[in-house]
């Protein structure tokens, strides 16, 4: 309805009012007073005022945006339930045993302005969780009234503004009526308390009263604003009252007089209704959100949804990108913000009372963290008010000055239920989380947060229950670098089945089954595949003969399959193998190209139909006839795979051991001995393992666990994905270390060439794994550093300038990066590649620009002519995560000091932000490595980090920098020798980053560092690169290094093949030319020169040619 047609509406035909309103307001005010009403313009009034209402509450802001929608256009039926959760009682053991209970589908459900509607009550209180839609119901009501769905003035009462009005008035006084004169002034009445004083009293007012939980209890403002309600509501008993409050904010003191209700979580229905709504502009991208949300893995996000103002979150994420995040912790990152901060302070401008003095948003975290850890360890979801008060005020007594305040732990949980929803009342007096999948969250954060004190080796422990998958699946997502991680869960799973003989017989099986095959598939695909023949024989021979019948019906609806998952999934009725297969090992098999693995499948189709028919009193036409066609199948692909020999046995055995249709059973069994010799003896399958129901169940876990690690894998940054997942399904050997961090190793980079970048028109080198660069300042060392880095953003396919400029790149428009001299006409690609050590396959890239003179034109890459070798490379989808994870560090005292952003790379962020953070997730291997190299600070005594800030409390750092590091000077007094890492000098952050990068197995492996020398004493160089070349071995770590400090040469040993020294220098026409100095330049047959020396006299080369 047009706000031009809402005049019609009965209600809003003010002047109807007119003579009832005239006389009322002339025994108010007088009849000498009346004369300005009698001229008075009540439609004009009137349609003013729908006006105002309009623009008010018409529209919704949404969150997270800036943006306002019709609210009608979105707006999504409010249900109301019957029952109170406060007034439920519930015992907690009843509870934990069937959580079902608090439901609140097993309520009775009602439209919410429906029962507005109806004339039975007049005063509602309503209450809802945080975000559960009660200010949008409010402001619909508002609207619907506008337009005469209900036959009343509507007057809406923000009523934390109206406190607000309050306290600037002078007497201080909850008096409700200056208020409501304030909202009409839009009328332009001549005094608008006596028209608003004849609507209270004829019942035509319909009075919202908004967020009591909005207004603070501090100075008992709450209180009075109570009381100012109940006397006005006893004093208009005609008028209709809503009244909204969080639940956990509640007031019931007014249930006299009011009837109590509250807002109905979202069902599914409604759920979709509103993911309709909100994307009906586009509704194939609607659609795909309703598609891809109702996938088992966003169990956790479906829950969320059930509540407005996350399920708003939901869709403002998906419109965005058009999934939801990859990253699973995200969203809920996002929500709990949501809940904390960002809904109250961006949208509504409130400010809630202060739940306690010391706790600050970052403890919030840590106390929600603490708690749902330690319940969801125990299985517990539900708590005693008592129980988690107790909690809380254990956990406010650590914070520090704590000391000296009154800690009440009820009054806490009260804030926090009512301020936030984090947690809920679910029944009288229990609470809980508001979402399980909240709680899961939290015990992730917690793991994360805690890793050096063995959160993860005590999370892999429940790899194999299903209830802690969600906590494994956020918390790799959480984890800047997950490799500790997943060397922890393979070991883990290894221990499922390492204790019984006939597993690991299976397992040896897979593994020299799956070697022999020739294919192209990922190793651990293959492997899975072997484990899913292994079980559906043995799961085939264990069934009863009622399950004959249901294998032979499901193998004939197999046959019109041609992929590995789909018969998998008939096969196998639970499905568990056929997700296996689909998700974790490479999808799906095609057997059209993989000639080995469709021979060994067809096999065990025939077989199973053999071992089928040998338990049926006769067989149909139809069932012989499709033993005849998957027979004849085998023998045409064993022919194409040019298996003459297996061809000839197979065509033997058709011809004289197949029974005829009507033989009897025991002909099959014949039939099927000779078969397993046949497999046996050609294929190495066949193999009877027929498992106890135990092994089966150890079987079933060990394989369910490698699914979700390889789901975790899917969110997870590692250093090198390629090692891990060559590391699944493998056979588990009986000295599994868990403690062990090192996967297995990538090979080193042997060449590299470069081509048309800046300044090097074309070079060609040999890298050992130190790679030393001298040359005079603009000689073009960092462009060698920064082609390489080129290369590894095009390997990443992610040639945008953010991606440039985060490895290190200096970047200038495209015209400005490929080389351009007077002599030359100027280059249109840039070409790089490298070649790996016993691989001939060089990895290479050819890169252009549309746009030359455009900064932030994206780079793309040019095809290239491949050979068969390259191509092969592609077939095999080569990557080379030491390439990738490639980075160009150079140092900045600001990043090492903690004194600006964290870095988007982790774990070392390329000025060298992170390094509190890397060193404090050392594992106890790397930390005593490191210790070793201690004597290179001579006053240093010990290195601290401080993960729970005590120290800042403490007053040792000023709180400008988010470094966590510490150190103690051993000159100084015991009681006063802290200092946080903003304080330390400049050359020990230096050392301590450098031997950090050698030593951690969580920093790439491949990198360059630009100016090592910066803020290092000249003799402290030389003995630094003794010792990263050492590490440098001992680790596999492959560096480029430019310095201008000869010192640093004094620590390289050019008859160590491990370590190269280049000379870079300009030519006469200005292009790059870097050479390797492979010996040291001798004066004499004693010479014992050094290097630097050599260097300085300009026996090296690498030096300003203009003095």
Same mark, same amino acid.
Not at 738 to 760: A, D, G, M, Q, R
């Given at each position: 309805?047009?706000?031009?047609?809402?005049?019609?509406?009965?209600?809003?035909?003010?002047?109807?009012?007119?003579?009832?309103?005239?006389?009322?307001?002339? %025994?108010?005010?007088?009849?000498?007073?009346?004369?300005?009403?009698?001229?008075?313009?009540?439609?004009?009034?009137?349609?003013?005022?729908?006006?105002?209402?309009?623009?008010?509450?018409?529209?919704?802001?949404?969150?997270?945006?800036?943006?306002?929608?019709?609210?009608?256009?979105?707006?999504?039926?409010?249900?109301?339930?019957?029952?109170?959760?406060?007034?439920?009682?519930?015992?907690?053991?009843?509870?934990?045993?069937?959580?079902?209970?608090?439901?609140?589908?097993?309520?009775?459900?009602?439209?919410?302005?429906?029962?507005?509607?109806?004339?039975?009550?007049?005063?509602?209180?309503?209450?809802?969780?945080?975000?559960?839609?009660?200010?949008?119901?409010?402001?619909?009501?508002?609207?619907?009234?506008?337009?005469?769905?209900?036959?009343?003035?509507?007057?809406?009462?923000?009523?934390?503004?109206?406190?607000?009005?309050?306290?600037?008035?002078?007497?201080?006084?909850?008096?409700?009526?200056?208020?409501?004169?304030?909202?009409?002034?839009?009328?332009?009445?001549?005094?608008?308390?006596?028209?608003?004083?004849?609507?209270?009293?004829?019942?035509?007012?319909?009075?919202?009263?908004?967020?009591?939980?909005?207004? /603070?209890?501090?100075?008992? %403002?709450?209180?009075?604003?109570?009381?100012?309600?109940?006397?006005?509501?006893?004093?208009?008993?005609?008028?209709?009252?809503?009244?909204?409050?969080?639940?956990?904010?509640?007031?019931?003191? #007014?249930?006299?007089?009011?009837?109590?209700?509250?807002?109905?979580?979202?069902?599914?229905?409604?759920?979709?209704?509103?993911?309709?709504?909100?994307?009906?502009?586009?509704?194939?991208?609607?659609?795909?959100?309703?598609?891809?949300?109702?996938?088992?893995?966003?169990?956790?996000?479906?829950?969320?949804?059930?509540?407005?103002?996350? @399920?708003? =979150?939901?869709? @403002?994420?998906?419109?965005?990108?058009?999934?939801?995040?990859?990253?699973? !912790?995200?969203?809920?990152?996002?929500?709990?913000?949501?809940?904390?901060? +960002?809904?109250?302070?961006?949208?509504?401008?409130?400010?809630?009372?202060?739940?306690?003095?010391?706790?600050?948003?970052?403890?919030?975290?840590?106390?929600?963290?603490?708690?749902?850890?330690?319940?969801?360890?125990?299985?517990?979801?539900?708590?005693?008010?008592?129980?988690?008060?107790?909690?809380?005020?254990?956990?406010?007594?650590?914070?520090?000055?704590?000391?000296?305040?009154?800690?009440?732990?009820?009054?806490?949980?009260?804030?926090?239920?009512?301020?936030?929803?984090?947690?809920?009342?679910?029944?009288?007096?229990?609470?809980?989380?508001?979402?399980?999948?909240?709680?899961?969250?939290?015990?992730?954060?917690?793991?994360?947060?805690?890793? !050096?004190?063995?959160?993860?080796?005590?999370?892999?422990?429940?790899?194999?229950?299903?209830?802690?998958?969600?906590?494994?699946?956020?918390?790799?997502?959480?984890?800047?670098?997950?490799?500790?991680?997943?060397?922890?869960?393979?070991?883990?799973?290894?221990?499922?089945?390492?204790?019984?003989?006939? =597993?690991?017989?299976?397992?040896?099986?897979?593994?020299?089954?799956?070697?022999?095959?020739?294919?192209?598939?990922?190793?651990?695909?293959?492997?899975?595949?072997?484990?899913?023949?292994?079980?559906?024989?043995?799961?085939?021979?264990?069934?009863?003969?009622?399950?004959?019948?249901?294998?032979?019906?499901?193998?004939?609806?197999?046959?019109?399959?041609?992929?590995?998952?789909?018969?998998?999934?008939?096969?196998?009725?639970?499905?568990?193998?056929?997700?296996?297969?689909?998700?974790?090992?490479?999808?799906?098999?095609?057997?059209?190209?993989?000639?080995?693995?469709?021979?060994?499948?067809?096999?065990?189709?025939?077989?199973?139909?053999?071992?089928?028919?040998?338990?049926?009193?006769?067989?149909?036409?139809?069932?012989?006839?499709?033993?005849?066609?998957?027979?004849?199948?085998?023998?045409?692909?064993?022919?194409?795979?040019?298996?003459?020999?297996?061809?000839?046995?197979?065509?033997? #055995?058709?011809?004289?051991?197949?029974?005829?249709?009507?033989?009897?059973?025991?002909?099959?069994?014949?039939?099927?001995?000779?078969? =397993?010799?046949?497999?046996?003896?050609?294929?190495?399958?066949?193999?009877?393992?027929?498992?106890?129901?135990?092994?089966?169940?150890?079987?079933?876990?060990?394989?369910? !666990?490698?699914?979700?690690?390889?789901?975790?894998?899917?969110?997870?940054?590692?250093?090198?994905?390629?090692?891990?997942?060559?590391?699944?399904?493998?056979?588990?050997?009986?000295?599994?270390?868990?403690?062990?961090?090192?996967?297995?190793?990538?090979?080193?980079?042997?060449?590299?060439?470069?081509?048309?970048?800046?300044?090097?028109?074309?070079?060609?080198?040999?890298?050992?794994?130190?790679?030393?660069?001298?040359?005079?300042? $603009?000689?073009?060392?960092?462009?060698?550093?920064? !082609?390489?880095?080129?290369?590894?953003?095009?390997?990443?396919?992610?040639?945008?300038?953010?991606?440039?400029?985060?490895?290190?790149?200096?970047?200038?428009?495209?015209?400005?990066?490929?080389?351009?001299?007077?002599?030359?006409?100027?280059?249109?690609?840039?070409?790089?590649?490298?070649?790996?050590?016993?691989?001939?396959?060089?990895?290479?890239?050819?890169?252009?620009?549309?746009?030359?003179? /455009?900064?932030?034109?994206?780079?793309?890459?040019?095809?290239?002519?491949?050979?068969?070798?390259?191509?092969?490379?592609?077939?095999?989808?080569? +990557?080379?995560?030491?390439?990738?994870?490639?980075?160009?560090?150079?140092?900045?005292?600001?990043?090492?000091?903690?004194?600006?952003?964290?870095?988007?790379?982790?774990?070392?962020?390329?000025?060298?932000?992170?390094?509190?953070?890397?060193?404090?997730?050392?594992?106890?291997?790397?930390?005593?490595?490191?210790?070793?190299?201690?004597?290179?600070?001579?006053?240093?005594?010990?290195?601290?980090?401080?993960?729970?800030?005590?120290?800042?409390?403490?007053?040792?750092?000023?709180?400008?920098?988010?470094?966590?590091?510490?150190?103690?000077?051993?000159?100084?007094?015991?009681?006063?020798?802290?200092?946080?890492?903003? /304080?330390?000098?400049?050359?020990?952050?230096?050392? #301590?980053?450098?031997?950090?990068?050698?030593?951690?197995?969580?920093?790439?492996?491949?990198?360059?560092?630009?100016?090592?020398?910066?803020?290092?004493?000249?003799?402290?160089?030389?003995?630094?690169?003794?010792?990263?070349?050492?590490?440098?071995?001992?680790?596999?770590?492959?560096?480029?290094?430019?310095?201008?400090?000869?010192?640093?040469?004094?620590?390289?040993?050019?008859?160590?093949?491990?370590?190269?020294?280049?000379?870079?220098?300009?030519?006469?026409?200005?292009?790059?030319?870097?050479?390797?100095?492979?010996?040291?330049?001798?004066?004499?047959?004693?010479?014992?020169?050094?290097?630097?020396?050599?260097?300085?006299?300009?026996?090296? $080369?690498?030096?300003?040619?203009?003095?």
């Amino acid at each position: 309805m047009s706000i031009e047609l809402m005049a019609l509406a009965g209600a809003w035909l003010w002047d109807k009012y007119g003579e009832d309103a005239l006389k009322s307001i002339a %025994e108010k005010i007088g009849e000498k007073s009346t004369e300005k009403w009698k001229q008075f313009n009540w439609n004009s009034a009137a349609k003013k005022y729908r006006n105002a209402l309009y623009e008010d509450y018409g529209k919704v802001r949404l969150l997270g945006t800036h943006e306002s929608v019709e609210l009608e256009g979105i707006f999504t039926d409010v249900f109301i339930l019957d029952k109170v959760s406060a007034f439920q009682r519930h015992a907690i053991e009843e509870l934990e045993k069937d959580p079902e209970k608090l439901n609140d589908y097993e309520q009775k459900r009602e439209n919410g302005f429906k029962l507005i509607q109806q004339k039975k009550y007049k005063r509602w209180f309503i209450l809802g969780k945080p975000g559960a839609g009660k200010t949008t119901f409010l402001k619909y009501i508002t609207i619907q009234a506008v337009k005469g769905q209900l036959d009343k003035v509507p007057i809406f009462v923000s009523l934390h503004r109206w406190a607000e009005f309050v306290r600037k008035s002078a007497d201080k006084q909850f008096n409700l009526m200056p208020y409501l004169v304030k909202q009409f002034q839009c009328c332009n009445f001549p005094d608008a308390q006596p028209f608003i004083e004849h609507l209270l009293e004829t019942g035509n007012a319909l009075l919202l009263f908004d967020g009591l939980d909005e207004v /603070n209890q501090a100075d008992d %403002e709450r209180a009075q604003m109570l009381h100012a309600l109940s006397e006005f509501s006893r004093e208009h008993r005609n008028c209709t009252v809503l009244l909204t409050c969080r639940v956990a904010a509640a007031d019931y003191s #007014l249930s006299e007089q009011f009837t109590y209700l509250e807002v109905a979580d979202f069902t599914e229905e409604k759920v979709t209704e509103f993911v309709k709504k909100w994307f009906k502009q586009d509704v194939a991208r609607g659609e795909q959100f309703l598609e891809e949300f109702a996938r088992d893995e966003h169990r956790g996000l479906q829950e969320l949804a059930r509540v407005p103002i996350l @399920l708003t =979150l939901l869709c @403002l994420v998906y419109a965005r990108k058009m999934e939801f995040p990859s990253r699973r !912790a995200d969203i809920y990152e996002e929500a709990i913000e949501a809940l904390l901060e +960002t809904w109250d302070r961006e949208h509504r401008s409130i400010k809630r009372d202060m739940i306690y003095q010391g706790l600050s948003k970052r403890h919030k975290l840590q106390l929600f963290s603490r708690i749902a850890t330690e319940s969801f360890q125990n299985n517990q979801y539900f708590f005693e008010k008592k129980h988690l008060a107790s909690k809380i005020a254990d956990f406010l007594k650590q914070l520090p000055n704590s000391q000296n305040q009154a800690i009440d732990g009820e009054a806490v949980l009260e804030a926090i239920a009512e301020q936030h929803g984090i947690f809920v009342e679910r029944a009288k007096d229990i609470y809980s989380f508001a979402h399980l999948s909240f709680q899961e969250y939290f015990t992730a954060r917690y793991i994360f947060e805690n890793q !050096a004190y063995g959160t993860i080796d005590n999370l892999v422990l429940h790899v194999t229950e299903d209830r802690w998958r969600e906590v494994f699946l956020l918390t790799v997502s959480l984890l800047d670098n997950a490799d500790s991680f997943f060397v922890a869960m393979q070991a883990q799973i290894n221990t499922l089945i390492i204790d019984e003989p006939e =597993l690991v017989k299976l397992a040896r099986w897979v593994v020299e089954k799956s070697a022999s095959v020739q294919t192209s598939y990922k190793p651990a695909a293959v492997r899975g595949f072997y484990y899913f023949l292994a079980r559906a024989l043995d799961r085939a021979l264990t069934r009863a003969l009622a399950r004959a019948i249901d294998l032979n019906r499901d193998l004939t609806r197999a046959i019109s399959l041609s992929r590995a998952r789909s018969i998998a999934r008939a096969l196998d009725r639970d499905s568990h193998l056929a997700r296996a297969l689909d998700r974790a090992l490479a999808r799906t098999l095609d057997l059209t190209f993989a000639l080995d693995l469709a021979i060994d499948f067809k096999f065990l189709i025939i077989r199973l139909l053999v071992i089928n028919f040998s338990m049926l009193p006769t067989l149909r036409k139809e069932q012989y006839s499709n033993f005849f066609n998957w027979f004849h199948q085998i023998i045409e692909t064993v022919k194409q795979a040019n298996l003459h020999e297996l061809a000839e046995k197979l065509t033997t #055995l058709a011809k004289q051991n197949i029974p005829k249709q009507e033989a009897p059973a025991k002909d099959w069994k014949k039939l099927h001995k000779k078969l =397993l010799v046949i497999m046996q003896e050609t294929r190495n399958i066949g193999h009877q393992w027929q498992f106890t129901a135990e092994q089966e169940q150890k079987l079933e876990k060990y394989l369910q !666990a490698h699914l979700l690690l390889v789901d975790c894998l899917s969110l997870a940054t590692v250093t090198d994905r390629e090692a891990i997942e060559n590391h699944l399904l493998l056979l588990p050997e009986t000295n599994i270390d868990p403690n062990k961090t090192e996967l297995p190793t990538n090979p080193l980079i042997t060449h590299v060439k470069v081509k048309n970048f800046k300044s090097i028109v074309s070079t060609e080198l040999e890298l050992g794994q130190i790679n030393v660069f001298i040359g005079a300042n $603009g000689a073009g060392k960092s462009n060698l550093l920064e !082609a390489l880095a080129f290369l590894s953003s095009a390997e990443e396919n992610r040639l945008d300038p953010d991606t440039l400029y985060s490895k290190g790149i200096r970047i200038a428009k495209p015209s400005l990066m490929m080389s351009s001299f007077k002599e030359f006409p100027p280059s249109q690609e840039i070409e790089l590649s490298v070649s790996l050590e016993k691989d001939d396959l060089p990895i290479q890239a050819k890169l252009g620009a549309k746009s030359t003179d /455009n900064l932030l034109f994206h780079w793309e890459k040019i095809a290239l002519s491949f050979d068969t070798r390259q191509i092969e490379r592609q077939k095999r989808h080569f +990557t080379y995560p030491p390439l990738t994870n490639y980075l160009i560090y150079n140092l900045a005292i600001s990043a090492l000091r903690g004194l600006n952003t964290q870095s988007k790379i982790q774990p070392l962020g390329i000025n060298g932000e992170g390094l509190d953070t890397l060193l404090l997730n050392f594992s106890d291997a790397e930390k005593a490595e490191l210790k070793e190299y201690s004597y290179f600070i001579e006053w240093l005594n010990d290195i601290q980090l401080d993960a729970n800030n005590t120290y800042e409390k403490e007053g040792y750092k000023q709180g400008r920098s988010v470094s966590n590091l510490y150190f103690t000077d051993k000159f100084m007094p015991e009681n006063n020798q802290l200092f946080s890492a903003e /304080n330390s000098n400049e050359g020990v952050l230096h050392i #301590l980053f450098y031997l950090a990068l050698f030593i951690s197995h969580k920093t790439p492996q491949f990198f360059a560092i630009d100016n090592i020398e910066t803020s290092l004493n000249p003799y402290l160089c030389r003995h630094l690169m003794e010792k990263l070349t050492e590490l440098a071995k001992k680790h596999r770590k492959q560096a480029l290094i430019t310095t201008h400090n000869p010192a640093i040469l004094d620590g390289l040993d050019l008859n160590d093949e491990a370590v190269r020294l280049f000379k870079v220098y300009r030519d006469d026409e200005g292009l790059t030319q870097i050479r390797r100095i492979k010996t040291k330049p001798r004066k004499g047959e004693n010479d014992y020169t050094k290097l630097s020396e050599l260097w300085m006299s300009g026996n090296l $080369g690498a030096i300003p040619t203009e003095f």
